[in-house]
């Protein structure tokens, strides 16, 4: 079942047109990614679907209800939700404050009344946020400000956050940037683990570390879609292998036909 | 018992401290850091919870005191009902100018509360005159009738007035601290992007605030106009501007007691200097300058910790969650 649909997108920024008249579908259970080179307009499409600025033409659903105008508060409420390119946490606050922050408005009404009547401390002790604690593995650090933990270890907590709000569509901007090898390892079991479970939309640059999880990989390339499919199948297209492996194909083909 | 006594130790110094001031310094300096703690606030919760620096202070603070001005010259005499009127405005004001100010950025957003600071400062002035008597101001301390149990039109019990509000002040305060709504104050001021795209409103979370300091603002010009019995369009003045921001840079911007912590340095300093030399100002500005350098915390940010230990002793019982507004 189709859940998110964008038909006909355009954005542009100023002359930039940073994309360009691109349709995609995303459907139920779906785990799907986007790649792209630096510029192919991967993110400013992943921003247009989770609501940070509108298209200049086209228009977006999810279930069938047109939400192209719908502000990212709007969408949360219908269980879409995101992480950042760069990782996006309140490092003022502690990782458990930042748990019961996002806990608190996907399971409550979170009215600036409910605001004012519930403590933090209130909600430190609930059992979904305890067991994404363990799940992530950050009830070591449950009491620590944010700003001292490691870029890993705040990956680790913005991707919790986001499983605790329980969304119907989790979307990923670049989930494995900036991590190392053992971190990379982990986001990764995190993200397994919910296959089957949640609709997830990735846009990667590592490709070779999602690729064996992506059921059907999009490429981007100047703010157009160039390829869709399975992984070896928009690999071996030529149109990807010039734009995202800078593989010349003409001098490729005329080195063929030479030997 | 233990951890009521960490949670309200703070709260607990600082008016012991007021308190003590009390015997020993003349009533009308200790009503004056009182009234001058409370209006700052305000401030400091803008500046260390949301974010927002404000140079319009005056503004907010003129609207309370000409509220319960216009009250008790003009229609009443209840200096209760007058504080309750000077409240009200300023309540009202805040909700008015609110929704357009809290969309800026801070740098605007300490701009454009500036030039509302000298817009009121004109209204007061000049335009409203008829009204407002213009710069001989509203002089209304006769017109009070004295209040049965607390007699506030009589500076010594204004004084335990002005304590006990204050303390129900600060207690607000740290009760705000601890809620989802402070931590979503913090949240906004950092990273308003990841708030919005947790589902909260990052326009009415900042209009809350906002409309909480400057009532509370609102508040301390009310009280002021009740102690003094008269108001002038002097208490917009722009050049007045600065004062709560420097009070609460001194004190430690986004702490919870550096509003009280400032307004006894600022005011004691100003107090002391002032009767040496006319241009206290000159001697004032370089010390507030090499006090901020000595400590970008301001004096209860750096005394803070240190007083934890003393009254702790062993570290394992001091507060996880300090007083400061910022570090919750």
Redesign the interface.
Known sequence: MEIFRASNVTKRFGALVAVNNVSYSLHEHEVAGIIGSNGAGKTTFFNLL?G?FPPDEGTIHYRDVEITHE???QR??RGV??T?QLT??????TVI?NL???Y???HRK?S?L????????Q?RNNEKITAILETFDLKDLR?R?VRNLSLGEKRRLEIA?TML?EPKVLLLDEPLAGLAESEIQAVLEILRRQMGRQTILIVEHKISHVKDFLQRITVMHEGSIIAEGGYDECMSHPEVRRSYWQIDIDAETSAEAGS | MRKAFDWWWGIALAFSLLAAMRAFLPLPFVNEILIFSIYAIGCSFLLGRVGFISFGQPAYLAIGAYGTAFYLFYFGTNPYIGILAGLASGFIAALIVGPLFVRLRSDYFALVNLALAVIVFFLMQKVLAPITKGDNGLWFLTNMTSTPVLDITRPSQFFVFAFIVGLAIWAFYK??D???????C??T???E?????????NF??RL?AFVIANTTTALAGSLYAVYIGAVSPEITSPARAADPVVVILLGGAGTLYGPIVGSIAYTGMKDVISKLIGNWEMIIGPLLVIIMLAGEKGIWGTLEPWLKTLLFRNKSVVP?KNSSI???
């Open positions: 989770t940070m502000t990212p508060q949360v409420t939700m995101r950042f996006s946490t309140f490092d003022n606050l404050d019961v922050l996002a608190f408005r996907a979170a600036l409910q605001l004012f009547l519930n403590t933090c401390k909600h009491d400000e956050m709000a | 009760y705000l601890d809620t989802l709504f402070g931590a979503c913090l949240a001021k950092i990273n992007d990841k708030l919005q795209f947790l589902g909260y409103s009415s979370i809350a996880q910022e570090g919750n």
